[in-house]
């Protein structure tokens, strides 16, 4: 199936997306630097000075032509009669990472262009290089260094990084952002969500010190259907021909490689590995050596396959006991921005007698994956292709590619991720299907060792089923069915009889269902956002989900209630999606403790 789109040849749509592709990472990007916890790094986190700017003013004359001396210049008044117009340290301050829509009133709601500067000393050192790294940045970026511009990024939940080192002097750097998270409806996500919409730096800003050539990247997994033979590579940041080792001192494990001349080693070795799983998350310490400089990660082994309607981890059938979660802070709103924050939306997760965790509807960051990775919780991961994007333009393609490209480059070492998955309730079109099967193709394509996946949510009915039968589930791994049974459908007394047939011979997660609550509200099973009611809604969804022999899991709609501000209703919702099984203050509601039951009584 082909895009609608004017096109002589594939070869001119291929050239198309590569090219898009190559704006969506921004020109100067570098590539992604893998483990930046393990490098030499200076945190440049902390409190940054904010320009607010809904007319773009710092950046556009007033004929809408981009400026030669925009705020980026972090200009100063040099003398009384100077026209300068901002003034950075005079203005507001945003902590970074963080939102800035939960940090300042006045940025509640706000969509559109905020100015960050943060000025810095740096003791350089001969010989070594320096980059600096963005762990997500909503939603598109512009980077300058002393006013020069590092390059533009797009995408509000991915890493990327830019090499600084010949910009960089010992005195008064000035690293300054241009942020704009404004909803356009051929982003990645589009204009209509169920979540908000938090602007600004939302994860930390690194900069990482490397040698000239250093091992920038590298994939460390076992080799698919092998549950001792890794396969992988190892790549330098520049070519050379040269000697990488990798050693694993626990099992006594050090092999030699030699990489080509783009700097690329291929790599495998045998193992008798203690296998990573929920019950026995057991990470190796891993070290990576070139040159004599020795880079440490920690990785665990494990298999993941299908076979039938089972979802197989290290060979046996696995029931995925699952949650969804989005990335909002514990106790209260906002983007989770410490570990700390990660570890208890994870402790809950457990609590609850989880084995797996859907993180939806984007990628979350590294630290929430590896606090999962360290507490045996299997992850779903997912990109922001969700509702109703436009399929047939293929600048979102590009642009949507590109979100799950830094996606999997960032996390393909990660033990824990057995899914990524490429949408979310889409509905069906042959746009639709040419654009998520090639979404899925690339997946295969960058790591073909972990499973695809998507949530769908539309199914026909026949004969009193509900039908699997959405063609995307040809393109899939694992179908995802989110389903809202007494809550967007239905009366809640009719769950428990729903039926449920699918024409694929794959694993089915129940991706979502659930429906809101107030916690602390109380009432009958009839009265909607009751915790009674919503108690109803699990036990009588459970009844019915227990009844179809073909699901592997399932990740209910959702851990904790969340902003969204497509929740109107004052009184109950008060802009927060009220499906949390926990409230934002961290109580746990009836439902909770059903789903806790049902955990426990679950293999
Ligand atoms: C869905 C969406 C999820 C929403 C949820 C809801 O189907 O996938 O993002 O938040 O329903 O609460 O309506």
Redesign the pocket.
Same mark, same amino acid.
């Given at each position: 199936m082909k895009f609608k789109i004017k096109t002589n040849s594939s070869n001119r749509f291929v050239l198309l997306t590569l090219c898009l592709m190559a704006l969506y990472s921004g020109f100067a990007q570098s590539s992604l630097i893998q483990n930046i916890d393990n490098r030499t790094t200076v945190s440049l986190d902390g409190t940054w000075q904010i320009i607010i700017d809904p007319l773009e003013n710092g950046y556009y004359n007033h004929r809408y032509q981009p400026k030669d001396n925009g705020f980026f210049m972090n200009e100063k008044m040099q003398t009384p009669s100077d026209l300068i117009e901002y003034n950075f340290d005079e203005g507001y301050e945003l902590q970074v990472p963080g939102d800035w829509n939960t940090q300042m009133e006045k940025l509640y709601y706000y969509e559109g262009t905020v100015w960050y500067k943060r000025s810095f000393d740096y003791d350089k050192k001969d010989g070594k290089r320096v980059f600096v790294h963005f762990g997500a940045v909503n939603y598109d970026a512009k980077v300058y260094l002393n006013g020069k511009k590092l390059g533009d990024h797009i995408g509000g939940y991915t890493s990327f990084n830019f090499e600084v080192t010949d910009l960089l002097k010992a005195k008064d750097n000035f690293l300054v952002l241009k942020v704009d998270n404004t909803r356009k409806r051929e982003a990645i996500p589009t204009v209509n969500t *169920?979540w908000w919409n938090y602007g600004g730096i939302t994860r930390s800003v690194t900069l990482v010190e490397t040698e000239l050539n250093f091992i920038r990247d590298y994939f460390i997994q076992l080799k698919k259907g092998s549950k001792a033979n890794v396969e992988g590579w190892i790549q330098l940041d520049r070519p050379l021909e040269t000697n990488v080792s990798i050693e694993i001192p626990e099992l006594n494990i050090s092999k030699n490689y030699r990489t080509d001349a783009n700097g690329r080693a291929l790599v495998s070795f045998n193992g008798a590995f203690d296998l990573w799983s929920p019950q026995n998350p057991k990470l190796y310490k891993l070290e990576l050596v070139f040159a004599g400089n020795s880079l440490e990660d920690q990785i665990g082994f494990r298999t993941v396959e299908t076979r039938g309607h089972k979802i197989l981890l290290n060979g046996s059938p696995l029931f995925l006991k699952g949650i969804s979660v989005h990335e909002e802070a514990p106790f209260s709103a906002g983007r989770v921005t410490t570990m700390e924050e990660c570890e208890v939306l994870v402790s809950w997760a457990k609590e609850m007698g989880c084995n797996f965790i859907r993180l %939806?509807?984007y990628p979350h960051s590294e630290q929430m994956v590896k606090a999962a990775e360290a507490a045996g919780l299997l992850v779903w991961s997912e990109i922001p292709v969700y509702w109703t994007v436009p399929f047939d333009n293929p600048e979102t393609y590009a642009n949507a590619e590109n979100q799950l490209t830094d996606m999997i480059s960032r996390d393909k070492n990660r033990t824990n991720i057995i899914l990524w998955s490429v949408a /979310? &309730?889409t509905p069906i079109s042959d746009a639709r299907i040419a654009f998520l099967s090639n979404l899925s193709k690339k997946v295969k394509s960058l790591d073909n060792t972990r499973l695809t996946t998507a %949530?769908l *949510?539309t199914q026909s009915s026949a004969d009193g089923y509900n039908m699997i039968d959405d063609p995307l589930g040809e393109h899939i791994d694992v179908i995802g069915i /989110?389903q809202y049974c007494g809550w967007y459908f239905d009366k809640l007394s009719n769950c428990a009889k729903g039926k449920w047939k699918t024409s694929y011979d794959k694993p089915v997660i129940i991706s &979502?269902f659930g429906g809101g609550a107030l916690q602390g509200y109380h009432g009958s099973e009839d009265e909607r956002w009751t915790e009674e009611y919503q108690d109803a809604l699990y036990k009588y969804n459970l009844q019915m989900l227990d009844n179809i022999e073909f699901m592997a899991g399932m990740t209910p709609?959702i851990l904790k209630d969340f902003l969204s501000p497509r929740r109107n209703l004052k009184r109950i919702q008060n802009d927060f /999606?009220r499906?949390g099984l926990i409230s934002e203050e961290g109580i746990r509601k009836k439902a909770f403790y059903r789903m806790q039951d049902y955990y426990k009584g679950k293999n």
């Open positions: *169920d %939806a509807h /979310n &309730e %949530a *949510d /989110n &979502e709609w /999606n499906k």
